[in-house]
């Protein structure tokens, strides 16, 4: 008989209902899809009666801060304004889950309630984006990544949004197979499946503004020189900033030097062609910045541990 696993959802005041969503239906899906109660699923939040999204709507919950039985993992989604929703009781609560055992996991901004908690130092977790400068400002301890989800860590994080449906395809795939979670994927009309390592794309002028003007001018010539990509030295220069300056602000905001982001934004676009076009290995290679097939294929491989070719086979 299969096992059903059950996951328990902390709701915080003004939770995100994108990621919320995001975040149950592959599990619902999954039962639908497959037959069988592969999953089951409990709402709590703070007074035990309801949760209030950013968007308004009330969510009917199930509990509240007493202890919680038999859950595989308890996540807390949140969203916007999450620092007012930090309370002792909160914080309590989430320590004696932890000390019983009980594995926790974050989506969208509620890594930041984690943190808080003290549980995310030394290692990697993901946020929305838009918390990027709050979590480096207060917590330097907590190995912060651009991902869209962290899943190898003890704490699961995801970064919000759409990425929470990453996760939990993925931790679906782990679970019970890769056919699985892609027919789940087809189910929601889900084509552009993220893996953890992809990284978030957001408006750069949303997420960097006037305040790091240099960086988003750096990165604004990095998309528009994908095909044949600058050396960090020759964009600091366009900038009128040195070398050594750049590579702090992409440690600075970004956790990443100008090199790799760079990779990172061309593998990500790469990847992005193989999926969703018929172009050829060596014409993605050449879209992407990358001097011969062969080496395109040799980095691809090192950062995502699959060559082009099977990607283009798994995900396509």
């Given at each position: ?7 328990v959802f902390f709701l915080v005041e003004e939770f995100s209902h994108l990621a ?54 308890l996540f807390l989604i949140s969203g916007i304004n999450v620092q007012d929703h ?179 934004m061309r593998l990500h676009r790469a990847r992005n062609l193989l999926v969703q ?40």
């Amino acid at each position: 008989m299969t096992r059903t696993t059950h996951f328990v959802f902390f709701l915080v005041e003004e939770f995100s209902h994108l990621a919320f969503s995001c975040a149950l239906e592959p599990l619902r899906i999954a039962n639908l899809v497959s037959g069988k109660p592969l999953y089951r699923w409990s709402l709590i939040s703070a007074d035990g009666r309801t949760a209030t999204c950013s968007n308004g709507s009330v969510t009917l919950v199930g509990g509240g801060m007493e202890p919680v039985k038999h859950a595989d993992r308890l996540f807390l989604i949140s969203g916007i304004n999450v620092q007012d929703h930090v309370t002792p009781e909160l914080l309590a609560f989430l320590r004696r889950e932890r000390a019983a055992g009980t594995p926790l996991g974050a989506i969208c901004s509620a890594a930041y309630i984690l943190a808080r908690a003290g549980f995310l130092n030394g290692i990697e977790a993901a946020i929305h984006w838009e918390y990027h400068d709050l979590i480096v400002e207060e917590f330097p301890e907590v190995n912060l990544v651009r991902n869209v989800f962290v899943s190898k860590a003890k704490i699961i994080t995801a970064s919000g949004g759409t990425a929470a449906a990453d996760l939990m395809l993925h931790l679906i795939g782990q679970q019970h197979g890769t056919d699985l979670a892609t027919a789940i994927a087809d189910q929601m009309v889900y084509n552009a499946v993220r893996e953890g390592s992809a990284a978030q794309r957001v408006s750069l002028q949303s997420r960097h503004g006037m305040r790091n003007a240099h960086l988003m001018r750096a990165i604004a010539m990095m998309e528009e020189h994908i095909e044949e990509p600058l050396s960090p030295s020759l964009i600091a220069e366009r900038l009128g900033i040195s070398t050594r300056q750049l590579e702090r602000l992409f440690g600075r905001y970004l956790n990443s030097t100008p090199k790799h982001y760079f990779l990172e934004m061309r593998l990500h676009r790469a990847r992005n062609l193989l999926v969703q076009t018929e172009q050829s290995v060596t014409e993605i290679a050449m879209a992407c910045g990358f001097r011969s097939t062969s080496h395109f294929s040799k980095v691809f491989r090192g950062v995502y541990g699959t060559s082009p070719v099977a990607q283009r086979t798994t995900l396509g």
